[in-house]
């Protein structure tokens, strides 16, 4: 297949935009993991993901993607039959349900809708009248919606019962400042093709005191995804079976990134300056946000006018101008794009994101007035240099 596209831009909350840099510490020749070369980088990045979830827990690295990161943090701390609340209001959130009801557990589902963030007074509701709840399960960004769930809100309300919080923080784990150990959050899980830099393959758990008390106890099944052993292993600088090596080589070199550009504070910063821009962009378009109230600093999710096709829009602005933005899942398929800033995203790329919105609605024969998305992101913009 030919095509005129030289260059391309991926605008999509996942897989993310890889640094050169570590692209090129990725490409370096594999080293064995059983040797002091790779200890010392695995125990070394380790550390670093450590301060990323701001724990003092070991963080298990997996090799594979989120999805099952979420299901270690599901059988490695509870028990056939147990029920749990799962906060189902995204695509993500029915997969914590999926997730729990294949491996046995009692749901009970919190409907939210889509595109609102769960209230804490309804958890705490139903806290109150289900004293058999063993866990709640949440995202803490969920990415289908673009809403930004409060986590530590829901923290408050786990620590002091005997019930953990387990949060996806796929899309909010070096997004947002979400401190695990100071927030309460009992399991932790990320991936490491979002805010992590990183192609897909990597996936990282932690795990509280409680949650290890709960893992002591808890009988599903696990093999590969026996988070007790993985720790144990990592105690000694190494993982129980072959881990990702180029990856984590790739997140060593995330790591020193993230250091050398000012460190995580910053990396919040740039979100929530590119999150608002983006949003204020889309505002001044005349369009709407689907999470005005409680939105991602990962994604932005764009409400199109019934006139257009969600689908043809981000298939014109992939296959005509080369820019990938995602649409809608689920519920929310044609109705919506997302705009993504969650990564190795800078300025510059919320001004081709919401460029590249208008030249596509444009193009698609919609009435667009150019330059007003892009001029109102542009003012705010400027805080980054502030
Ligand atoms: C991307 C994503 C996942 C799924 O991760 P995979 O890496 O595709 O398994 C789960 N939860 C959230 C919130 C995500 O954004």
């Not at 510490?25 to 301060?51: D, N, V, W, Y």
């Not at 993500?92 to 963030?117: C, H, M, N, P, Q």
């Not at 689908?311 to 519920?331: H, I, K, N």
């Amino acid at each position: 297949m030919t095509t005129t596209i030289l260059k391309r831009y991926l605008l999509a909350p996942g897989p993310t935009q890889v640094p050169a840099e570590v692209q090129l510490a990725m490409a370096a020749p594999i080293i064995h993991h059983r040797t002091p070369q790779f200890s010392e980088l695995f125990g070394k990045t380790a550390a670093g993901a450590r301060a990323m979830f701001a724990t003092e827990q070991p963080v298990m690295m997996l090799a594979c993607t989120g999805t099952g990161g979420m299901e270690a943090a599901v059988t490695n701390t509870l028990s056939h039959g147990d029920h749990v609340l799962v906060v189902k209001g995204g695509k993500f959130g029915e997969r914590w349900e999926e997730i729990a009801l294949r491996y046995g557990l009692r749901v009970t589902a919190l409907d939210v809708e889509w595109g609102k963030a769960v209230d804490p007074a309804q958890v705490a509701a139903i806290l109150e009248q289900a004293d058999d709840l063993k866990a709640v399960l949440v995202q803490g960004s969920e990415t289908s919606t673009t809403v930004l769930h409060p986590v530590t809100e829901l923290a408050a309300l786990t620590r002091d019962r005997d019930c953990l919080l387990i949060v996806d923080g796929i899309t909010s784990v070096g997004v947002v400042d979400m401190p695990m150990d100071a927030s309460g959050i009992d399991v932790l899980v990320t991936g490491s093709q979002k805010a992590m830099m990183l192609p897909p393959g990597l996936a990282l758990v932690a795990l509280s005191e409680k949650a290890w008390r709960a893992n002591e106890s808890a009988d599903l099944p696990r093999y590969y995804f026996d988070l007790a052993r993985e720790r144990d292993a990592l105690a000694k600088d190494t993982s129980a079976y072959t881990p990702a090596v180029s990856l984590v080589t790739g997140l060593a070199a995330v790591f020193e990134l993230v250091e050398a550009t000012g460190g995580w504070p910053q990396v919040y910063r740039r979100h929530d300056i590119l999150a608002r821009a983006t949003r204020a962009g889309v505002l001044a378009m005349g369009l709407e946000l689907l999470a005005p109230d409680a939105p991602s600093p990962a994604a932005t999710g764009v409400l199109l006018p019934e006139t257009v096709d969600g689908g043809a829009l981000t298939r014109y602005l992939r296959d005509t101008m080369g820019v990938t933005v995602a649409g809608g899942q689920g519920r929310l398929k044609g109705r919506i794009v997302r705009l993504a800033h969650i990564g190795y995203a800078d300025t510059f790329d919320v001004v081709v994101a919401l460029s590249a919105l208008e030249m596509g609605l444009a193009g698609l024969g919609h009435e667009v007035e150019f330059g007003r998305g892009t001029a109102a992101a542009q003012k705010l913009l400027m805080e980054m240099y502030a």
